[in-house]
């Protein structure tokens, strides 16, 4: 048998040294050039470059970028079929075609106004059974489609600027931009590839083998593997800013573990009346087991159902017949103000009233109907301070202090309406994105019917102020729909990839 021809080259990245070393050092080529030579696809030969560079010298690249048209694949298809127009100009039969018809074609929208601009055919609305297309002209040249095999050919170049653009408007042709290499011979360049040596074992060291290996560089700037560990819902991140924002004003936390809670205390102890419509059921979710709930301050609870029903401490109530069975009723609470009520009233039993300050961050329910920004649970971020004369600027000298902790500094304040606040303000502030003012808060001074039956000294008064958890945090995340934020709808990888939480101040 004769001798066989040598074996061809294993790799791409053998392929393509073979071509380097009939170069001079210092001819160079383009990577698209080579691979097309060689007849590999570009991100083939590429993937050798990159390898053939983590072997040191071996090469040198340098990465180039150029723009190119290509066809998209509806340009492909009128490559192969006929542009749109054309395709209806020769679906219209000589006695026309009825328009009703030709809209099912799969080209016929589209060709329908191409070759109307072009004035190959012709409506007529007078016929009988609806307007009937017809042929304005005997034959048609598919200028579109030979501008596209132009581009495909690669004389792309040929084409006039305003062509490219009505081509690209129609989503025909698109200019994509390629990264290419210009490759030449390296310092250690060698057309055979020696993988390089990553650890030194000790067989080599006692062999005496590593002095003839090569080995690969060690890079001290690589990143090391991430470890697998948990993390942090966005919600949690900004729960936690806030949380450290109140404790570096002297607040206290209240305890919030007690999702259910009786109508009494999340209403009547907030001087809300029994007929207010937040207790409705299409407002608020009331519980089938347990119905009812039965442990109360007595003493306490007649002196709310006299001031609801009577009046008194200053003020003539609601004039109605309190019923103790609408307060005794179960609900999933719908604010954090019904804990407030509850540490308002243990202050009260002390022997001498001290002031204090509380918070709380925590979930509250209600019978929404979901939307991107409303959902049936959300938290609820709320302060309260009690001490003797505060009055309505110390209520907003506190606001001003907390939500510059927030990195909010430009504030308005409007007046509003709470039943258990008197006087209420809405907390506004400049949305510098928006360029507008939104609303990031309410706020106002708890009424003395609130407070007076608890027991705290008459010249005690309590100033109060609530946010949604949600809100600052959609913000500060980009996150357009509250679905995505809570709920069956989280995408895992946002949990993930969500930065830390940084509330400038």
């Known amino acids: 048998m004769g001798t ?11 392929l393509l040294l073979q071509r380097l070393e009939r170069a001079s050092a210092e001819d160079g080529m383009c990577s698209l050039e ?18 053939l560079q983590a072997l040191g010298e071996v090469i040198e690249a340098e990465q180039r970028m150029s723009k190119k048209w290509e066809l998209t694949t509806e340009g492909e298809e009128v490559v192969r079929e006929g542009s749109h127009e054309v395709r209806v100009f020769n679906s219209i039969p000589l006695d026309g075609l009825a328009q009703s018809e030709l ?3 799969p080209c016929g929208k589209v060709g329908f106004s191409k070759a109307m601009s072009n004035k190959w055919i012709q409506l007529d609305k007078s016929t009988e059974g609806g307007p009937r297309v017809l042929r304005a002209v005997e034959s048609v040249q598919d200028a579109v489609r030979e501008k596209l095999l132009q581009v495909q050919q690669g004389e792309a170049d040929s084409l006039e600027e305003k062509d490219k653009s009505e081509l690209k408007k129609r989503k025909l042709l698109a200019e994509v931009t390629m990264k290419t290499y210009w490759i030449k011979k390296g310092s250690a360049f060698s057309t055979t590839v020696t993988k390089q040596e990553t650890d030194l074992t000790p067989e080599m060291i006692a062999s005496g083998s590593w002095k003839d290996l090569k080995f690969k560089a060690y890079n001290f700037e690589a990143l090391g593997i991430m470890p697998e560990s948990g993390h942090l819902h966005p919600l949690l991140k900004v729960r936690s800013q806030f949380r450290q924002i109140f404790l570096e004003m002297g607040f ?6 007690n999702f259910i809670e ?22 608020t979710f009331f519980l089938k087991d347990p119905v009812e709930a039965t442990d109360f301050p007595m003493d306490y609870l007649k002196r709310v159902r006299r001031v609801h029903s009577q009046g008194g401490y200053g003020s003539q109530g609601y004039k109605y017949d309190w019923k103790l069975e609408e307060a005794r009723k179960n609900v999933l609470r719908t604010h954090t103000t019904a804990v407030s009520a509850r540490m308002l009233y243990q202050l009260a039993q002390q022997e001498k009233f001290t002031p204090a300050k509380y918070f709380s961050i925590d979930r509250v329910f209600r019978n929404e ?24 600027g110390d209520l907003m000298g506190v606001l001003k202090e907390f939500f510059t902790k927030l990195g909010i500094t430009q504030l ?13 303000m809405e907390v506004f502030s400049y949305h510098q994105g928006l360029k507008k003012w939104v609303e990031v808060g309410n706020s106002g001074v708890f009424r003395p019917e609130m407070l007076l039956p608890m027991g705290l000294p008459e010249g005690v008064s309590v100033i109060a102020w609530g946010l949604s958890l949600e809100r600052p945090t959609m913000i500060k995340y980009g996150i357009n729909n509250i679905r995505e934020l809570v709920g069956h709808k989280v995408n895992l990888q946002m ?11």
Not at 4 to 14: D, I, K, L, R
Not at 35 to 46: E, I, K, P, S, W
Request: charged content about 20%; proline content about 7%.
């Open 412 to 424: 308005r304040f409007k007046p509003a309406y709470n039943p258990y606040t008197e006087p209420s």
């Open 252 to 257: 206290t936390e209240m305890p919030t573990n």
């Open 369 to 392: 109907t979901l939307d991107a920004t409303h959902l049936a649970e959300f938290h609820q971020i709320e302060g309260v301070v009690a001490d003797y004369g505060l009055m309505l």
């Open 103 to 105: 809209m099912k074609l």
């Open 4 to 14: 066989e021809a040598a074996a061809a080259p294993s790799s791409a990245a053998e």
């Open 262 to 283: 009786s109508s009494f205390w999340n209403f009547d102890a907030l001087f809300q009346p029994q007929q207010h419509p937040a207790r409705d059921q299409h407002d």
């Open 34 to 51: 080579a691979a097309a030579a060689l007849g590999l696809d570009h991100q083939v030969l590429v993937g050798a470059v990159k390898s």
């Open 495 to 505: 949990v993930y990839d969500s930065p830390l939480c940084r509330l400038d101040a």
